[in-house]
C-alpha cells in the first residue's frame, strides 16, 4: 500500500535542481574562463592549451572507460586518429566547400565509432578478460598507423597530412571551440555518471557477473560505451584536424595512447575532473619546457607514474579528495530516493512446470561431477538440495541459470531450453540467483545497488536520478525486516556480512523472478537473521507463488522451511521426496556420516 | 584445557580468521599434546579447513595466539612452520596432476639430498609408489592419491601433521589401510595429528580425542570412546 | 630457399626476444611491460663494453648480469606491491620503462650508437648468400631454448617455477618460498631481456627507444604461447612465417602488424592461445 510506503521512507529525495547548482555554476565559470583566457595568453600559450583542450577531452573519454567502467584502454588515440585523418583526408581530397566540411565532420563522426563496434565486438564477449581487452586496444592503434603509413598520397604516409582548407576561424575562435568542447563534454559526462544509467559503468567494473545476473548484459554495455566514446573521440580528431592543421601518424598510435592512460592515472583515475586537469597542466608544462628540460622531465613524469600507481592508485585527485574531506570534513552527500511499492505484475500460473530438468551431466575433462539429473519444479515449492561437499550442488545451481555452461542433456525454464543463453538472458526468463559469498556491487550505495536491479523493469534516466525507488513488495519486506530501509543512502562497502547478503536478496527480489535459486543463503548469519531470511522464503512460495530453489549446509534451516527436499550425492540424485521422509531415510544417514559409496 | 601447556605441539588461544569480510573460524582454542590425535568433526561450511589453513600460515591470522611447544609464534610464513616440523594434506587441488609422482615427493623436501631418505619413508608405508615413480599424478586413482599425498606429508617425519579430509572418496579398504598408517606413524615416531573429518568411524577410529567445530567455534569436545559416536553424531545429523 | 631461411632465422629472433618475458608471465602471472627497456639495457651494456675495450662478445655475459640485478630490484620495489593487480603492474612497468629510456638518454644522448657488428659477412648456403649473423641467431636461440628446458625441466629452480605456475597455493603450502621463485625468475626473465638486447646490436640501430618496437611482438608472442615455452617456439615460427611471407607478398608495413592481428585473432578463438595444444 502506498501509505506504508510512504512511512517506510524516513529520508527527503533531494529535487533535481538543487542537485545542478553546483555543477552549473562551475560549467558555466569555466566557459567564461575559456571565452577570455585568449585575450590574456600570449600566441604561444594560447595554441599549446588549444591542443591541450582536444586532449583533455580525449582524456575525459578514457577516464570514462577506466576510472569508472574498468577498461583499461590505449585505444582512445586510435579513434582520434581516425577522425583526424577521415576530415583532413577529406578536406585534402575531396574537397573543402561548408558541404563537405559537414560531410567530414559526420565522416570523422562515424567511421571512428563503426571501428569502435568491430573492437568492442573483438574486446568484449561472454568470458573474455580484462586483459583481452586491453590487448586488443593495445593492437588496434598499432593497426591504424600501419595502415596510415602504408597509405601513400592519401593519408600522406609518414609526412602526414597538411595544407588542407580549415575552418575560417582564428586562433582565438579555435581557442574558444575547444575550449567549450571540452567543458560540454567534461560536464556531460558528469551529469550522466551522477546519473541512474551512470551507475552502470561502475557496476559492470565492479561485478560483471552480478550484472549478468540482474539481466543486463554486460558485454552490451562495454560495445555500447567504447562505440559512443569513439564517435566523440572522432570528433575531437576532426576540432583537432581544423585547430592545428596538420596531422601525422603519431597523432594515432599507441604511444599516444598511453600517454592518455599515463594522464588519467596521474590526475586520478575515475574523478573526471583530475584527468581534465593533469591533461592540461601536463601537457602545457611538456610543450614549454620543450627547449631546456625535456628528457629530465619525462623522467619525472615516468617516475611519479609509477608512484602513483604504486601507493596512490586514486591519482592526484584522490589525494585532494581526502585532503578537502578532512579539512572540509565534508561527508559525500548522495541524493536518497523514497522506496515506494512497485505495481505488482505476479502472472502465475499455477501448476505449470517451472523448471525442467532432463538427463542433466556436466564434466570437467575426465572428472564427471553430475550425472542424470532429473528434476521438476512448480510454482509454490520450497526445494531444498542437500548433500556432502563435492557433491555438485553450486554446479548444479550454475547450469540452472548459466546456459553457456558446457552440460549435456536438457535445461527448460518455462518449458524454454536455456541451452546457449548467457545469464541475463536466462535472467530475461524469470530466474534470480543469489550467490554463496554476497555478489552485490561494493563501490555504490544500497539504494543504487535496488535501482540497477530495476533496470531491466524500468530504464534508467541518463540524466538524473529518479527521486522513487520503486520495489516490488518482497523486496521491501526483506529491507524492512533486516533494518536495511534505514541505510537505503549507506554505502554498500560499510554494511555486515549479514545486510550485505539481505541486500542481495532484496536485488534478486526486486527482479520478481518466478524461480529463485539461493546458494547457502544463511551462510554466516545469526540466529536471528537466519529466522528472518527463512520466514521470507517460505512467505515467498507459501503465498507469493514463486518457486524457490536453496543449497544449505545448515540441515535445522532446511528441514523447518522446506517443502521438499532433494539429496545430492557424487554428482547423483539420491533422494528426492517430502522432508520427513527425506530426513529420516536410512540412505541420508549413511551419506552424512561418511559410509556412502553410491 | 585452556591453560598453556609447554609440553603440548600445538596451543590455539581464540584464533580467528576468514576471507574478505566474513570471519569463518570466528574463536577456537584447542590444545593438542605430544603424540596426540585430535579429529575436528563438524558440518560443512563451520570452518575446518580454514582452521588447518590458518595453522599452517596460509591465511593470515586475524585475531587470537598460536602457540608452538607453549610459545606464541609471530607471523610465520608456511615454509618456516614446514621448517619446523608441520605437515598438511590438503583437501583439494592437492597434487601437481601434471608433474611426476617422483616430482610431486620431490617438491615436498628442501633440497634433494634428503630426497633418498624421505623417499625410503614414504615406500615403507605405500611400497606401491616405488614402481610408479615415473608416472604423472593425474593418471593415479582417487584412491592411489591420497595415498600419496599422505606419503608426502609422512615422507619428513613431521612433528604434527594437518590432515583435511583424507578419507573422502575412499574405499572402506583403504580407509582401514590409513587408519593403520596414521597409528602406526604416532606409535613410531610420536607425531601429533589434528585431523579434520565428515567422516565419524573414520574419525573416531583413528583418533584419541575429538572436537566439533560449529559456525567457527568449538561447540563441544571429549574422549573418544564408547559414547562419543552418538554424541558427535547428534551434533552431525539432520 | 631465401624465404626459407628468413622465416627460420626471424622465428629464430623472436624467441631470443620473447623467453624472458615468457618466464615472467608464467611464474608471476604479468606481464612485464619494461621487457623493451630492458633490451635496451643491454644493447647498451654491448655500447659500453665496446666502449671499454672489451671484447664484444663479453657484452653477453654483463649485459645478463646487469638485466638480472636491475630486475631483481625492479621485482622488490615495484612488481611485488602490485601482485594482486595484474593491469596496474601493465601500467607500472611500462613507467619504469619511460623511466629507463629516460635515464638512458641522459647517460647516452638520444642519438644511434655504432658498435662493431658481433659477426659481419655473408656465407653461401645452397646457392644463396646469406648473412652468417642471421645464421648464428638459429643457433644462439637453440642454445638458449636447450638451456632454459633444462633449467626448468631439469633443476630444483625449474621443477619449484612450474609448481609455481600450475598451483601457487599448492606450491606454498608445501613450504616452497613462492616469493622467492618469483624474484628469481623475474631476475632470470630480465637477464634474458638484456642478453636479447646485446644479440639484436647487429640487427637494429641501437637508440634509447629501440625495444619499444620489440615489445609488442614479444608480448603478443607470450599471450599465444600462455606458459609452454614449446608453445613459445611454435609461435615464433608460425607467425614469422605469417609476417616475412606478408611482408614479401603484400607489403613490408603491413607484415610489421601481422604477427599483432594474428595473434589477437588467435586468441579471441582460444584464449590459452596455442598451450593447449
Known amino acids: ?598 | 584445557m585452556s591453560e598453556a601447556r609447554s609440553d603440548e605441539v600445538l596451543g590455539l588461544r581464540n584464533i580467528s580468521s576468514g576471507y574478505g569480510a566474513v570471519s569463518v573460524v570466528k574463536s577456537v582454542t584447542l590444545s593438542v599434546g605430544p603424540g596426540e590425535i585430535v579429529a575436528m568433526l563438524g558440518k560443512n561450511g563451520m570452518g575446518k579447513s580454514t582452521l588447518l589453513k590458518t595453522i599452517l600460515r596460509l591465511i593470515p591470522l586475524r585475531s587470537g595466539v598460536i602457540q608452538i611447544r607453549g610459545i606464541d609464534q609471530p607471523d610465520l610464513t608456511p615454509a618456516q612452520m614446514i621448517a619446523w616440523g608441520l605437515s598438511y594434506v590438503p583437501q583439494e587441488q592437492a597434487l601437481f596432476q601434471d608433474l611426476s609422482i617422483r616430482d610431486n615427493l620431490r617438491l615436498a623436501v628442501r633440497n634433494d639430498g634428503e630426497l633418498g631418505a624421505a623417499l625410503d619413508h614414504a615406500f615403507d608405508y605405500f611400497p606401491f609408489l616405488r614402481e610408479r615413480l615415473r608416472q604423472k599424478a593425474g593418471t593415479l586413482s582417487g584412491g592411489e592419491q591420497k595415498m600419496l599425498i599422505l606419503a608426502r606429508a609422512l615422507m619428513l617425519r613431521p612433528r604434527l601433521l594437518l590432515i583435511d579430509e583424507i578419507s573422502e572418496g575412499l574405499q572402506p579398504s583403504v580407509v582401514d589401510r590409513v587408519v593403520g598408517v596414521l597409528r602406526d606413524e604416532r606409535s613410531r615416531d610420536g607425531t601429533a595429528m589434528l585431523v579434520v573429518e565428515q567422516n565419524l568411524d573414520f574419525a573416531l577410529r583413528v583418533a584419541d580425542r575429538w572436537a566439533v567445530l560449529k559456525m567457527g567455534e568449538i561447540d563441544d569436545e571429549g574422549p573418544c570412546g564408547l559414547e562419543a559416536h552418538a554424541r558427535v553424531l547428534e551434533h552431525l545429523s539432520l | 630457399m631465401l624465404l626459407l631461411l628468413d622465416i627460420l632465422t626471424t622465428a629464430a629472433i623472436l624467441f631470443v626476444v620473447s623467453v624472458g618475458l615468457l618466464a615472467i608471465f608464467g611464474v608471476l602471472k604479468i606481464i612485464n611491460f619494461a621487457h623493451g627497456a630492458w633490451l635496451t639495457i643491454g644493447a647498451y651494456c654491448a655500447v659500453v663494453s665496446v666502449r671499454l675495450g672489451l671484447n664484444p662478445w663479453a657484452g653477453l655475459p654483463i649485459a645478463f648480469v646487469v638485466g638480472a640485478l636491475l630486475g631483481g630490484v625492479a621485482e622488490l620495489f615495484i612488481i611485488r606491491p602490485l601482485y594482486r593487480r595484474p593491469l596496474d603492474a601493465i601500467l607500472a612497468t611500462w613507467g619504469l620503462g619511460i623511466v629507463i629510456g629516460q635515464l638512458i638518454t641522459l647517460a647516452f644522448g638520444r642519438d644511434v650508437q655504432l658498435i662493431p657488428n658481433l659477426m659481419s659477412s655473408t656465407v653461401r648456403v645452397l646457392s644463396v648468400d646469406y648473412s652468417v649473423y642471421r645464421l648464428f641467431m638459429l643457433f644462439a636461440a637453440l642454445a638458449i631454448g636447450a638451456l632454459f628446458a633444462l633449467t626448468i625441466e631439469g633443476t630444483r629452480l625449474g621443477l619449484s617455477a612450474r609448481a609455481v605456475i600450475m598451483n601457487e597455493t599448492l606450491a606454498r603450502s608445501l613450504g616452497i618460498d613462492t616469493d622467492r621463485v618469483r624474484l628469481t625468475t623475474f631476475m632470470i626473465g630480465a637477464g634474458l631481456a638484456a642478453l636479447a638486447g646485446v644479440l639484436l646490436t647487429p640487427l637494429t640501430s641501437v637508440d634509447p627507444n629501440m625495444g619499444v618496437a620489440w615489445l609488442i611482438g614479444a608480448f603478443m608472442l607470450v599471450m599465444v604461447a600462455d606458459t609452454s615455452y614449446l608453445a613459445l617456439a611454435a609461435a615464433c615460427l608460425i607467425f614469422s612465417g605469417a609476417q616475412v611471407l606478408v611482408s614479401t607478398f603484400v607489403s613490408p608495413v603491413l607484415g610489421g602488424i601481422s604477427i599483432a592481428v594474428l595473434a589477437a585473432l588467435v586468441l579471441r578463438i582460444n584464449p590459452r592461445g596455442f598451450s593447449r595444444a
Not at chain 1, 561431477?369 to 538440495?385: F, Y
Request: proline share 4%; hydrophobic share 50%; aromatic share 8%.
Open chain 1, 1 to 598: 500500500m502506498p501509505e506504508d510506503a510512504a512511512l517506510l521512507d524516513n529520508r527527503p529525495g533531494w529535487t533535481i535542481a538543487s542537485e545542478w547548482r553546483v555543477p552549473a555554476a562551475a560549467a558555466v565559470g569555466a566557459a567564461l574562463i575559456v571565452w577570455i583566457a585568449p585575450l590574456v595568453l600570449g600566441a604561444f600559450a594560447a595554441n599549446v592549451l588549444t591542443r591541450s583542450m582536444i586532449y583533455a577531452t580525449l582524456a575525459v573519454t578514457v577516464d570514462l572507460l577506466w576510472g569508472f567502467t574498468g577498461i583499461l584502454t590505449f585505444g582512445q588515440a586510435a579513434f582520434f586518429g581516425a577522425g583526424a585523418y577521415a576530415t583532413a583526408m577529406t578536406m585534402t581530397s575531396l574537397g573543402s566547400t561548408p558541404a563537405w566540411m559537414a560531410a567530414a565532420l559526420v565522416l570523422a563522426i562515424i567511421l571512428p565509432m563503426v571501428l569502435g563496434l568491430v573492437v568492442g565486438w573483438l574486446s568484449f564477449y561472454h568470458g573474455s578478460t580484462p586483459l583481452y581487452a586491453s590487448v586488443i586496444s593495445l593492437v588496434f592503434p598499432i593497426v591504424v598507423t600501419q595502415l596510415v603509413y602504408s597509405g601513400g598520397l592519401l593519408t600522406g604516409s609518414s609526412s602526414g597530412l597538411v595544407g588542407y582548407d580549415t575552418l575560417p576561424l582564428d586562433l582565438e575562435g579555435f581557442f574558444r571551440l575547444s575550449g567549450l568542447v571540452m567543458v560540454a563534454v567534461t560536464l556531460a559526462a558528469w551529469i550522466f555518471v551522477r546519473s541512474d544509467a551512470g551507475k552502470l559503468l561502475v557496476a559492470v567494473r565492479d561485478n560483471d557477473i552480478r550484472c549478468a545476473y540482474l539481466g543486463v548484459s554486460p558485454r552490451r554495455v562495454q560495445i555500447m560505451l567504447t562505440v559512443a566514446l569513439a564517435g566523440v573521440a572522432g570528433f575531437a580528431g576532426f576540432l583537432f584536424a581544423h585547430a592545428s592543421g596538420v596531422i601525422a601518424p603519431e597523432n594515432t598510435g599507441f604511444l599516444f595512447g598511453t600517454q592518455l592512460v599515463i594522464w588519467v592515472a596521474l590526475g586520478g583515475r575515475g574523478s573526471l575532473l583530475g584527468p581534465v586537469l593533469a591533461t592540461l597542466a601536463i601537457d602545457y608544462l611538456s610543450a614549454s619546457l620543450s627547449g631546456d628540460l625535456p628528457f629530465l622531465w619525462q623522467l619525472v613524469l615516468g617516475t611519479a607514474f609509477v608512484i602513483i600507481i604504486i601507493f596512490l592508485p586514486d591519482g592526484l585527485a584522490g589525494l585532494a579528495s581526502r585532503a578537502s574531506a578532512a579539512i572540509f570534513r565534508s561527508s559525500k552527500q548522495t541524493r536518497v530516493p523514497r522506496v515506494a511499492l512497485a505495481a505488482s505484475h505476479s502472472a502465475v500460473e499455477t501448476s505449470a512446470t517451472l523448471l525442467k530438468v532432463t538427463g542433466l551431466a556436466r564434466s570437467f575433462g575426465s572428472l564427471s561431477v553430475l550425472e542424470n539429473i532429473n528434476l521438476e519444479i512448480h510454482p509454490g515449492e520450497l526445494v531444498s538440495i542437500v548433500g556432502p561437499n563435492g557433491a555438485g550442488k553450486t554446479t548444479l545451481i550454475r547450469c540452472l541459470s548459466d546456459g553457456s555452461e558446457p552440460f549435456k542433456g536438457v535445461v527448460e525454464i518455462a518449458g524454454k531450453p536455456i541451452k546457449a543463453l548467457t545469464p541475463d538472458r536466462v535472467v530475461a526468463l524469470g530466474v534470480g540467483r543469489k550467490f554463496q559469498v554476497a555478489s552485490i556491487f561494493e563501490s555504490l550505495t544500497v539504494a543504487e545497488c535496488l535501482r540497477l536491479a530495476r533496470t531491466t523493469s524500468e530504464t534508467p534516466s541518463g540524466i538524473g536520478s529518479a527521486p522513487l525507488l520503486s520495489l516490488p513488495t518482497a523486496s521491501v519486506e526483506i529491507l524492512r525486516l533486516t533494518g536495511l530501509i534505514d541505510l537505503i543512502g549507506f554505502p554498500v562497502g560499510l554494511l555486515s556480512h549479514g545486510m550485505k547478503q539481505a541486500l542481495e536478496l532484496a536485488m534478486v527480489l526486486a527482479l520478481e523472478p518466478r524461480l529463485i535459486l539461493l546458494d547457502e543463503p544463511t551462510a554466516g548469519l545469526t540466529k536471528a537473521e537466519r529466522a528472518t531470511i527463512g520466514a521470507v522464503l517460505r512467505h515467498l512460495t507459501a503465498e507469493a507463488g514463486y518457486a524457490i530453489i536453496l543449497v544449505e549446509h545448515d540441515l535445522d534451516f532446511v528441514r523447518e522451511i522446506s517443502s521438499r527436499i532433494v539429496v545430492l550425492h557424487q554428482g547423483r540424485l539420491v533422494l528426492d521426496g517430502a522432508v520427513e521422509d527425506v530426513v529420516n531415510s536410512e540412505t541420508v544417514r549413511t551419506i552424512y556420516s561418511g559410509g556412502g559409496h553410491v
